[in-house]
Each structure stands twice: as structure tokens, then as C-alpha cells.
């Protein structure tokens, strides 16, 4: 009976260890990587450091997607829409760059846009997106990308 009772309270002062250890964030081989149990991931200097977006310039990069994934538009096409969504001129700003978009790509895909509902000449689809915000290098990309 002995017996019995101190392997319940080794066992017991096991899990309790065990459990304050989880819940303190003590290290020990559990927090290492590929280790069966509880791993506590080190803060990322680089992630710290980073400056973490406002919630505007959240908002404002997150609709930004939202219409590039629905359709084409020139950077200042984008700052544009999302001014008149509401957002101010510096989270529309941030937003257009924040996206990382491949503006010569937008200007292939308006080109293709306008192609797929009207009849351009090179020159007429130029002006066109050059009329939508696209750069002339970035027009002439996107009207040889069509094939005009």
C-alpha cells in the first residue's frame, strides 16, 4: 500500500511540475523544434522591428486586392478608387504600393479588357490606357502583349 501511495504522489508531483512548466513557459527540450510537445516559437527580430500597418492602411490594401482581383487598374487608377471608397489620399497611397502589383501586367489585362468588348487601333488602345492611368511604357507593354 505504500507502495501505491508514493507512486501516486510521484506521479502526481509529476503532472503538476509538468502542467506549471506548460503554463509558466518554462524552456526545456519541449520548446525545441521537431520535439514531441508544447513549442514556443522566439520572437522574430526582423517581424519586431517591421512597422505594423494602421488599421486604415489595412483596410485600404485589403479593398486594393479586392479590385485587382476583379479587374485591371493603373496605380493611380487604384489610389483613385479607393479616395472616392472613402479612404484618405496617404492609406490609398500606401495601399497602391502595398500590393505589389505588376502595373505592366494591369495594363495587358485592361488592354485585353477593352479588346474583348470594342475594336482599338494600337494607337486608340494606347491613348485608352494612358486615359486610364497607365504609364506610355506601361501602355505599349500591355497593348504588345495583346498583339496590337
Given at each position: 500500500m505504500k507502495k501505491f501511495l508514493l507512486a501516486i504522489i510521484v506521479l502526481s508531483v509529476l503532472f503538476i511540475g509538468g502542467c506549471f512548466a506548460?503554463?509558466?513557459?518554462?524552456?526545456?527540450?519541449?520548446?525545441?523544434?521537431?520535439?514531441?510537445?508544447?513549442?514556443?516559437?522566439?520572437?522574430?527580430?526582423?517581424?519586431?522591428?517591421?512597422?505594423?500597418?494602421?488599421?486604415?492602411?489595412?483596410?485600404?490594401?485589403?479593398?486594393?486586392?479586392?479590385?485587382?482581383?476583379y479587374a485591371a487598374f493603373s496605380k493611380s487608377s487604384l489610389v483613385k478608387q479607393l479616395k472616392y471608397e472613402g479612404f484618405d489620399t496617404v492609406d490609398a497611397k500606401y495601399a497602391a504600393r502595398a500590393v505589389d502589383a505588376d502595373w505592366n501586367e494591369q495594363a495587358a489585362r485592361a488592354a485585353q479588357e477593352y479588346l474583348d468588348y470594342s475594336s482599338f487601333s494600337r494607337s486608340g488602345l494606347i491613348e485608352q490606357l494612358r486615359y486610364e492611368g497607365y504609364t506610355l511604357k506601361q501602355a505599349t507593354y500591355g497593348v504588345d502583349k495583346v498583339g496590337l
Amino acid at each position: 500500500m505504500k507502495k501505491f501511495l508514493l507512486a501516486i504522489i510521484v506521479l502526481s508531483v509529476l503532472f503538476i511540475g509538468g502542467c506549471f512548466a506548460l503554463f509558466a513557459g518554462a524552456t526545456s527540450e519541449l520548446d525545441t523544434p521537431g520535439t514531441v510537445g508544447v513549442h514556443t516559437p522566439k520572437a522574430d527580430a526582423s517581424k519586431a522591428d517591421a512597422p505594423k500597418e494602421t488599421a486604415g492602411q489595412s483596410n485600404a490594401r485589403q479593398s486594393a486586392e479586392d479590385y485587382l482581383d476583379y479587374a485591371a487598374f493603373s496605380k493611380s487608377s487604384l489610389v483613385k478608387q479607393l479616395k472616392y471608397e472613402g479612404f484618405d489620399t496617404v492609406d490609398a497611397k500606401y495601399a497602391a504600393r502595398a500590393v505589389d502589383a505588376d502595373w505592366n501586367e494591369q495594363a495587358a489585362r485592361a488592354a485585353q479588357e477593352y479588346l474583348d468588348y470594342s475594336s482599338f487601333s494600337r494607337s486608340g488602345l494606347i491613348e485608352q490606357l494612358r486615359y486610364e492611368g497607365y504609364t506610355l511604357k506601361q501602355a505599349t507593354y500591355g497593348v504588345d502583349k495583346v498583339g496590337l
